[in-house]
């Protein structure tokens, strides 16, 4: 079965990066685009970018361009974002989701558990 | 980025109730529209993609409709396990945007 494993809680310094990692396991993980998504305490679902698993070609929210990295590993099936320049109004659960395909359409279909970042001095 | 608007942000619902949650595009997006459900401290759960087709293991009690602009979310008979936020996004444009949520509560 599908798996999203992500890494654990972060307390982050103001101008300080975070990098949390998303396991996938129980399907061909190249064959699959991943995106994160994240979620400020008590809002909603703000989508940040995603991955091309297999060739590692990205696409960024305008609003993250130059603050987010997304890398992938494929010898351990893992992919990372990496937020830089942390500020307060960054707290929030991060999540990794994968994208799935079907007849003509990709949309998310898998979600991690996410991985709660707090920025707080 | 497509605006993506839904209604009522919060409803009161008795178990065995039908429910329906409207969301609307600010341009036409086809059918390339998702629904997801969350409960609290949980991550998301998918439950329809293209519209209106189910997720595997998503029970046929939930129903998706429409396309373009304006779609709907019907829970045919409303049970415990249901009271959750629910959010649409659409998937036809980058940025990917979501819908602000409905709260479904227990009257």
């Known amino acids: 079965q599908v798996q999203l494993l992500q890494s654990g809680a972060e307390v982050k310094k103001p101008g300080a990066s975070v990098k949390a990692s998303c396991k996938a396991s129980?399907?061909?993980?190249?064959?699959?685009?991943m995106h994160w998504v994240r979620q400020a305490p008590g809002q909603g679902l703000e989508w940040m970018g995603m991955?091309?698993?297999?060739?590692?070609?990205?696409t960024y929210a305008q609003k993250f361009q130059g603050r987010v990295t997304m890398t992938r590993a494929t010898s351990t099936t893992t992919v990372y974002m990496e937020l830089s320049s942390l500020r307060s109004d960054d707290t929030a659960v991060y999540y990794c989701?994968?994208?799935?395909?079907?007849?003509?359409?990709?949309?998310?279909?898998?979600w991690g558990q996410g991985t709660l970042v707090t920025v707080s001095s | 980025d497509i605006q993506m608007t839904q209604s009522p942000s919060s409803l009161s619902a008795s178990v065995g109730d039908r429910v329906t949650i409207t969301c609307r595009a600010s341009?036409?997006?086809?059918?390339?529209l998702a629904w997801f459900q969350q409960k609290p401290g949980k991550a998301p759960k998918s439950l329809i993609y293209?519209?209106?087709t189910l997720q595997s293991g998503v029970p046929s009690k939930f129903s998706g409709s429409g396309s373009g602009t304006d779609f709907t979310l019907t829970i045919s008979s409303l049970q415990p396990d249901d009271f959750a936020i629910y959010y649409c996004?659409?998937?036809?444009?980058?940025?990917?945007?979501f819908g602000g949520g409905t709260k479904v509560e227990i009257k």
């Open positions: 989701a994968r994208e799935g395909c079907s007849g003509g359409s990709c949309y998310i279909d898998y």
């Open positions: 129980g399907y061909t993980f190249a064959n699959y685009y």
């Open positions: 991955i091309n698993s297999s060739g590692g070609t990205t």
């Open positions: 341009q036409g997006i086809t059918n390339y």
């Open positions: 293209a519209a209106s």
């Open positions: 996004q659409q998937y036809i444009n980058y940025p990917l945007t």
